[in-house]
Nanobody
């Protein structure tokens, strides 16, 4: 079983930055495509960004492109989401998820991800 643990959420003001972390103890984690999703109150879960395990290629939702950066440190078995220029529309619970399948492409479909963390709250408010 692959466990994912998110951290780094909090309450910030518009324009601020936060860095989320997703850590796993599973040795295979470095090979998994790992994504970030978010869910705001009353809304469906939506894709944010994802990064391949093989070559660290990335894919972003249009809403965060240019503001958020996903990266990974395989030596630490951790994936990061650097979020800059946050706005109130970024308020949500953020989840990391791992895709254990060797698809050969990055996916933004949540059902393609096999393992999920418990989520971390990000609140952007003035």
């Amino acid at each position: 079983q692959v466990q994912l643990v998110e951290s780094g959420g909090g309450l910030v003001q518009p324009g601020d930055s936060l860095r989320l972390s997703c850590a796993s103890s599973a040795r295979a984690f470095s090979r998994f495509t790992t994504g970030w999703f978010r869910q705001a109150p009353g809304k469906e879960r939506e894709f944010v960004a994802t990064i391949a395990g093989s070559d660290s290629s990335t894919y972003y939702a249009d809403s965060v492109k240019g503001r958020f950066t996903i990266s990974r440190d395989n030596a630490k078995n951790t994936v990061y989401l650097q979020m800059n220029s946050l706005n109130v529309e970024d308020t949500a619970v953020y989840y990391c998820a791992a895709d254990a399948n060797s698809r050969g492409f990055l996916t933004r479909i949540s059902r393609d991800y096999d393992y999920w963390g418990q989520g971390t709250q990000v609140t952007v408010s003035s």
